[in-house]
């Protein structure tokens, strides 16, 4: 069975960091996109970065450009994303997500796009405080 285990939220004050983990199994890691998505209380859910498991390239929501690193372990399975900067609009469930890209994967303008995914863990809470 396909899993993912996201864990890593918490409290944290503007301008403070977190880092989150993504466990994955039951999948080959190697030719799959795994991404995170957030959603804030009242709004609709929202691709953040994603990665591409068989060639490392990213792709980064305009809004945590600059503040946001996701990176990958292939031989753990396991996808992080490094929050730096945060902002109290940052305070969100996050979610990751995953599905199978192949070598290529789809397009990079659309690889932050809630129906490109098959997959989905369970959420991890990040609040920031202001």
């Known amino acids: 069975d396909v899993q993912l285990q996201a864990s890593g939220g918490g409290l944290v004050q503007t301008g403070g960091s977190l880092r989150l983990s993504c466990a994955v199994s039951g999948f080959t890691f190697d030719d799959h996109g795994i991404a995170w998505f957030r959603q804030a209380p009242g709004k609709e859910r929202e691709g953040v970065s994603c990665?591409?498991?068989?060639?490392?390239?990213?792709v980064y929501a305009d809004s945590v450009k600059g503040r946001f690193t996701i990176s990958s372990d292939n031989a753990k399975n396991t996808v992080y994303l490094q929050m730096n900067s945060l902002k109290p609009e940052d305070t969100a469930v996050y979610y990751c997500?995953?599905?199978?890209?192949?070598?290529?994967?789809?397009?990079?303008?659309?690889?932050?796009?809630?129906?490109?995914?098959?997959?989905w863990g369970q959420g991890t809470l990040v609040t920031v405080s202001s």
């Open positions: 990665v591409s498991g068989s060639d490392g390239s990213t």
């Open positions: 997500a995953a599905a199978k890209w192949g070598a290529l994967g789809p397009h990079p303008l659309v690889r932050l796009r809630l129906r490109e995914y098959d997959y």
